[in-house]
C-alpha cells in the first residue's frame, strides 16, 4: 500500500470510532529514539524513514513534523503522499497541539494509542484541545491497519555486561539510584528508558538495531527492585545473578498490573517525556501512589562515567580510531587505483574493518556515507538503488561508529577525493574552526550545553552560517549513540560535570551544494580551582586523523592550530602501537604537523 492509501484506511477507522483526530509519534512503550521494526508505525504509515518525526492526520489533512536535520529527506520521501512537510523551529510551523486544535471541530474526539505515547505529549494535547471541548480517546489503530505484515516484537536473548567493563554492580548502581530519590523527596520509580534499564542493572540484549538493549521495565522502590521482561529471553545465570543482586524478575506484559498492585503509600518520581500514558493513568489511578515529576534520575548516573567505565571507553576509541585508519588507507588505495566504488561500499569496509578489532560487537547505528551534494543531508543513508558513484573530486562524508564490550563510538570524517577547490576548503576550514573552538573550551562549572552550543555555532555565525541541529550529544557506554541527559544545543539547560562524554560535530550543510562536518567525542573533565570556582575543560577521545588536504591554515589562529598538532600528535601515540609498520608510516603523515 502506498501512504495515501494507508491514511484512507486510517481515516475510514476514525469515521468508524467517531474520532476527528490521530497521531503516530516516532515512539514505543518506552520513548525509544531508535526502534524496534515493529513500532515503526509512523515511517510505515508515511514513508519517511528518519528517526525522528510525528505524524498528525485529521479527517482531512495530514501532517509529518521533523527537525532540521531530515527537511531534504522528508521533502522528498513525503512527495505524493498528500502528508504536508511541517518544519520544525520554523517561525511558520505551528506546534502539534495547535495545528490539532485548528483542525479538530469543536467537542471533537482526539485518538491516540497510550502505549506509545508520552505523557509529556498527551499533557500539551489536552491543554491546547481543551479550550475547544475536544476530548482524547486511547485507541490504537496501527495493529488492526498494519496487521500480519507487522514485524514480531523483539525477544532477544538477554545477558549481564561484566563488571569489569561496567565499574559498578547492580546492586551498587541501585543503592545510587535511591539515594538520587531520597535527594528529590521521592522513594520509588519505575525506569523505562530503555538505556536506564540496561545501565541500571548492567543488562543487554539486541532488541533494536544498533542499540544493545532489551524491552523491558525496572520498578525500584525502597526495599525492592522487579525487571520486567520476557522472562524465556534470559538465561538461568542471569537471573541468578540479578536476583543476587537484590533484584526479582517478572514478566513484560505484567508491568501495569504490577503498579496498579502496589499497596504502600508511596511517592513516585516520573519524567513525562519517558513515561508513557498508559502507565501515567495505572499510577495516576492508585490511590497509594503519589506522583512527583522530576527528571529520570538514572539518566545523570549513567550520564556521568565512572573511571572504569572511561578507561574502557578510551580503549574503545583507540581500537575504534585504528579500524578508521585501514579505513581510510584503504578507501585512498582504491582511489588512487581507479577502482569504481560506490557510497553503498563504505558501510561494507567500515564493518568488516571494525568486525576485525577486538571485543567489537558491531556498528552503534546506520553509517552516513554522503558523497558531494549528498552530504547537505544530514542523516543520509545510500540504498543501492541510488546510490552515488565516488568520483576524484568533491568530498566524501562518513559518520560511523561501533559497540564494543567497553564503550559505544561515534565518530565523522569528511575525506577530500581530489585536489579541493578553494570554496571547498573554506568551508572544510570553517567547520573545522568551530569543532576546535568548542574543544578548546574551558569553563565554569555549572554551565550548561545550552551555554556552551554558542562556541561552535559563533565562527559560522560570524559568516552568516548556521546549522539545523544540535552541536552535539552525550554517548551511552554499550548503549545508545544518542544519551543524554547533556546536549550541546541551545535548549539543553543540564550542567556539564567531569565524567560527562559529549560529541563536538558542527556543520555546513548547503542543499544540492555540498556537506561537511568533523566530529570527536569529548570527554568533561576538571581544568582547575581559582579563587572563582572549579572549573571544566574537554579532553578528545575520538583517535583519528583529520583529513588535512582541504585544511586552510590563515583560516586558523595560532591557537587553533597547536590544537589541531596537539590532537594529531595524540592520535599518533595512541594509534601506534595498534598498527603495523605500512600503517604507522600512514598515520605519520597523516598526523604531520601544519605549519601556520
Not at 543487554?204 to 538493549?213: E, Q, V
Not at 561552535?456 to 552568516?464: E, L, N, T
Request: charged content about 25%; overall charge negative; proline content about 6%.
Amino acid at each position: 500500500m502506498t501512504a495515501k492509501e494507508k491514511l484512507e484506511i486510517l481515516r475510514e477507522k476514525m469515521a468508524e470510532n467517531q474520532v476527528d483526530g490521530y497521531i503516530i509519534p516516532s515512539s514505543d512503550p518506552h520513548m525509544t529514539e531508535y526502534l524496534a521494526d515493529c513500532y515503526q508505525s509512523r515511517s510505515w504509515f508515511s514513508g519517511f524513514n528518519g528517526s525522528a518525526g510525528t505524524l498528525a492526520v485529521s479527517r482531512k489533512e495530514a501532517g509529518l513534523w521533523t527537525d532540521g536535520r531530515y527537511f531534504i529527506q522528508a521533502e522528498r520521501q513525503l512527495a505524493g503522499s498528500d502528508i504536508q512537510l511541517m518544519r520544525m523551529a520554523q517561525k511558520e510551523t505551528p506546534e502539534i497541539p495547535q495545528w490539532l486544535a485548528q483542525q479538530l471541530p469543536e467537542g471533537g474526539v482526539m485518538g491516540l494509542d497510550g502505549m506509545v505515547i508520552s505523557t509529556a505529549l498527551v499533557k500539551s494535547l489536552e491543554k491546547a484541545l481543551s479550550k475547544k471541548g475536544i476530548t482524547l480517546k486511547d485507541i490504537d489503530f496501527v495493529a488492526p491497519i498494519w496487521g500480519q505484515e507487522r514485524p514480531a516484537v523483539p525477544a532477544t536473548k538477554a545477558w549481564i555486561q561484566d563488571v569489569k567493563y561496567a565499574g559498578k554492580t547492580p546492586a551498587e548502581k541501585l543503592t545510587l539510584l535511591r539515594e538520587a530519590l531520597a535527594e528529590q523527596e521521592a522513594d520509588s520509580v519505575l525506569v523505562t528508558r530503555l538505556d536506564s534499564v540496561a545501565w541500571l542493572l548492567n543488562l543487554r540484549a539486541d532488541d533494536i538495531a544498533y542499540n544493545p538493549f532489551a524491552l523491558a521495565y525496572c520498578l525500584v522502590t525502597p526495599e525492592s527492585a522487579t525487571l520486567f521482561i520476557t522472562t524465556c529471553r534470559m538465561p538461568k545465570e542471569a537471573a541468578s545473578y540479578l536476583r543476587e543482586q537484590g533484584v526479582a524478575v517478572r514478566e513484560y506484559s505484567q508491568v501495569v498490573d504490577a503498579v496498579k498492585e502496589i499497596s504502600s503509600p508511596s511517592v513516585f518520581l516520573y519524567e513525562p517525556a519517558g513515561l508513557n500514558y498508559t502507565l501515567y493513568n495505572a499510577m495516576e489511578q492508585n490511590p497509594a501512589i503519589t506522583l512527583l515529576e522530576g527528571d529520570d534520575p538514572v539518566q545523570l548516573l549513567k550520564g556521568v562515567k565512572n573511571p572504569v567505565e572511561i578507561e574502557n571507553i578510551k580503549t574503545a576509541h583507540a581500537r575504534d580510531g585504528a579500524a578508521m585508519v585501514r579505513f581510510a588507507m584503504e578507501l585512498e588505495e582504491k582511489m588512487a587505483a581507479g577502482e569504481p566504488l560506490t557510497e553503498c561500499d563504505i558501510p561494507d569496509m567500515l564493518r568488516r574493518l571494525r568486525g576485525e578489532q577486538p571485543e567489537n560487537l558491531g556498528e552503534s547505528f546506520d553509517t552516513i556515507a554522503a558523497y558531494g551534494e549528498n552530504a547537505a543531508m544530514m542523516h543520509y543513508h545510500p540504498v543501492p538503488e541510488a546510490c552515488a558513484s565516488l568520483q576524484p573530486k568533491g568530498f566524501l562524508l562518513v559518520d560511523s561508529g561501533g559497540q564494543y564490550y567497553g564503550g559505544t563510538t561515534d565518530i565523522t570524517r569528511t575525506y577530500a577525493l581530489g585536489t579541493p577547490t578553494l570554496e571547498e576548503k573554506e568551508a572544510y576550514t570553517l567547520v573545522l574552526k568551530s569543532h576546535i573552538d568548542l574543544a578548546m573550551a574551558v569553563f565554569l562549572e555549572g554551565v550548561t550545553g545550552g551555554n556552551l552550543d554558542i562556541l561552535a555555532r559563533s565562527p559560522m555565525w560570524k559568516r552568516g552560517l548556521d546549522y539545523r541541529c544540535g552541536t552535539g550529544h552525550g554517548v551511552g557506554f554499550l548503549g545508545g549513540v544518542h544519551e543524554g541527559p547533556q546536549s550541546l544545543r541551545v535548549t539543553n539547560n543540564v550542567p556539564f560535570r567531569a565524567g560527562m562524554t559529549i560529541t563536538d560535530e558542527p556543520g555546513i550543510y548547503e542543499e544540492g551544494q555540498i556537506g561537511v562536518r568533523t566530529e570527536n567525542e569529548l570527554l568533561c573533565k576538571e581544568w582547575g580551582v581559582t579563587e572563582y570556582g572549579r572549573y571544566l575543560c574537554f579532553e578528545p577521545i575520538t583517535y583519528c586523523p583529520i583529513d588535512q588536504k582541504a585544511i586552510l591554515p590563515e583560516m586558523l589562529s595560532p591557537e587553533e592550530l597547536a590544537w589541531l598538532n596537539d590532537y594529531h600528535a595524540l592520535v599518533l601515540k595512541t594509534l601506534t602501537p595498534l598498527l603495523n609498520f605500512h600503517e604507522q608510516e600512514w598515520l605519520k603523515k597523516a598526523c604531520a604537523p601544519i605549519q601556520g
